[in-house]
């Protein structure tokens, strides 16, 4: 039987700048009120404007009762396997099983270094991505026994996982070369790209690199997501709400124009989960017109 496709969700992004420590909670509300599926928080602990994403979500997800929590992505080498996977299983269990992980093999590897991680090359990156795949879900599977596990990056020697999560964490990574999409598609749930990095353009590529790792592995490519970070501005009509100048790698227009460009991008592109990451004006009220306008419609559509 062919898998059918996932129902379209969205999300919303939230900015960890530690400006306003009570934004981020507004934002969450919003989002947990709305009807929004997913938010999600940037990870760059070397930046010092910054909170640290993972106690950012953490409290995010304490605060809020429905919406499912995501790092986007979250940075590996600052942030080893075991470790995580412990982390993960743990918030996913304090919050009623809304954890969902996202994250990403590395970059900005001068900020990486600084911190005490490795800088890795593009091949040993992928390498050590490969094994945190197989600890994250090997830790979670044997929780209550042992795990061991031997890598080329990293091991685990007969530790003893637990708590199990609440549910099965769906791993989300955040790439675009062919070697880390084929990955994905063997072993991973969902890919997390920005529209203003890839453009819709390069996304067959990417579905096509995706479905060939699936197959590989004897998966339906159907049951891997595909996210779509939308930076940009959703004009309602006001000056608060309107930032001209932007150019053609923000999305920007009126409810309408958003949710027509989400309905061809899920129909003809394959993407399914639509977090909108606002960048200029009025940031909550854009929020809560994408949760109360743009996502209704869309689903509306592709009812």
């Known amino acids: 039987m062919t898998q059918q496709r996932p129902a379209p969700q969205f999300g919303i992004a939230i900015d960890p700048a530690a400006n306003d420590p009570q934004d981020p909670f507004r934002r969450a509300r919003i ?162 790209v920005s529209y203003n990095y890839h453009p819709p353009e390069r996304l067959p590529t990417f579905n096509r690199w995706i479905e060939e790792g699936a197959a590989e592995a004897g998966r339906s490519s159907n049951a891997i997501r595909r996210g779509y970070n939308l930076m940009g501005v959703l004009d309602l009509g006001r000056d608060d709400t309107s930032a001209p100048g932007l150019n053609d790698n923000y999305l920007q227009g009126d409810a309408a124009h958003w949710a027509q460009k989400l309905v061809d991008w899920y129909v003809n592109y394959r993407q399914d989960t639509f977090i909108f990451w606002p960048v200029a004006g009025n940031q909550q009220v854009q929020i809560e017109a994408f949760a109360r306008e743009v996502a209704p419609a869309v689903r509306e559509a592709l009812s």
């Open 31 to 192: 989002a947990d009120e709305g009807g929004i599926d997913l938010i999600t928080s940037m990870d760059h602990p070397y930046n010092r404007r910054l909170f640290d994403t993972w106690t950012l979500l953490t409290a995010l997800a304490i605060r809020t009762e429905r919406v499912h929590v995501a790092g986007n992505v979250l940075n590996l080498p600052l942030r080893p396997p075991a470790m995580l996977a412990k982390m993960a299983a743990t918030l996913d269990v304090l919050s009623g099983g809304r954890l969902e992980l996202g994250l990403g093999a590395g970059g900005v590897w001068d900020g990486v270094e600084a911190f005490g991680g490795p800088r890795r090359s593009a091949g040993e990156a992928y390498a050590a991505f490969h094994d945190a795949l197989h600890i994250l879900r090997g830790m979670w599977e044997n929780a209550g026994g042992s795990f061991t596990y031997e890598g080329d990056y990293y091991q685990v020697r007969g530790a003893r996982p637990g708590p199990a999560p609440a549910h099965r964490i769906p791993i989300w990574v955040g790439a675009s070369g062919p070697r880390m999409l084929h990955l994905l598609g063997r072993m991973a749930d969902g890919l997390l």
